[in-house]
């Protein structure tokens, strides 16, 4: 019982910490008060606290994934895998620009997915986890994964943003967030990369699934889906690379995009694990 509450610890530790972060800046760039709306830099110590949560997270997600001798996964793992890469990425990124404003819906999502493992710990063997087909194809599958979350998490903002833009509704929340253009000018370079990670996953799939997994590939649920997600994200960038698409179009396509991936693991392993009892 020890074992499993030392286990779980990581999860949990993580999960109040963005928790705490996601309260804390949402008070200090959000909410309303009389004090003059004034732009708030990042400080060292909330970068340092956020590197705790990482720290922690990335503590338990190891301990979970490989403290077998092998390799296993779950829809749990995978989801907080996916948020603990995310926040890495705008981490490193508010090195660079301005990312405070966006912290405070981040990091509730990210505490929710490091407390996933806690509440659903069942997880199951990966075959074939040390050859290298199958490391590449996870790697850049869940990088792909990490950043079209990102993504999504940003259309969501500039959706926000625009709106309170039009409405003219000058807020807290609204001024704390990056300029649309430098928020639009990431969204395109987070989408671009993501795609280009994606599609390295689906192709070393088709190249390595009969070496990884012993038999072909198969057109499966989570392969559509995979491939549907491919599609959307290639006409969203032929779009804005031939029609200039941005705004309300760029992000409907950026969402639409992220629910098909969405959908072909973490929905589907959820349906399995949970809805069905199946690993």
């Known amino acids: 019982m020890s074992d499993i509450l030392l286990q779980l610890l990581p999860h949990v530790l993580a999960a109040l910490l963005y928790a705490a972060l996601g309260i804390h800046f949402w008070q200090t760039r959000w909410r309303e008060s009389k004090q003059p709306r004034l732009t708030l830099p990042m400080q060292p110590w909330e970068r ?9 997270q990335g503590i338990g997600l190891y301990s979970g994934l490989f403290s077998a001798g092998g390799m296993r996964f779950s829809f749990s793992f995978a989801l907080s895998l996916m948020l603990w890469l995310a926040v890495l990425i705008y981490w490193l990124e508010s090195f660079r620009a301005r990312m ?33 087909g199958f ?18 998490l940003h259309a969501v903002f500039m959706g926000f943003a625009e709106r309170k833009l039009h409405q003219r509704a000058v807020t807290r ?24 990670l994606l599609t390295a996953a689906l192709v070393s799939g088709v190249m390595f699934s009969e070496a990884i997994f012993g038999k072909a590939m198969v057109l499966d649920h989570k392969t559509l889906f995979a491939f549907a997600s491919w599609g959307i994200f290639a006409a969203l ?20 995009g992220f629910m098909v991936l969405f959908l072909a693991y973490i929905g589907s392993r959820f349906v399995a694990e949970v809805l069905l009892g199946r690993l």
């Open 48 to 56: 340092a606290a956020i590197f705790g949560a990482l720290v922690a």
């Open 100 to 132: 405070d404003g966006l912290q405070p819906m981040v990091l509730p999502l990210a505490a929710l997915a490091a407390l996933a493992p806690a509440l659903f710990p069942q997880l199951r063997e990966v075959a074939n986890a040390n050859a290298w």
């Open 135 to 152: 490391q590449l194809h996870f790697l850049t599958a869940m990088l792909a994964y990490s950043l079209f979350t990102l993504s999504a």
């Open 237 to 256: 960038l032929v779009g804005r690379r031939v029609y200039g698409w941005r705004g309300r179009v760029a992000l409907r396509w950026t969402l639409a």
């Open 173 to 196: 929340s609204l001024t704390s967030l990056p300029p649309i253009l430098t928020m639009e000018a990431l969204l395109f370079r987070m989408i671009l990369v993501a795609f280009c």
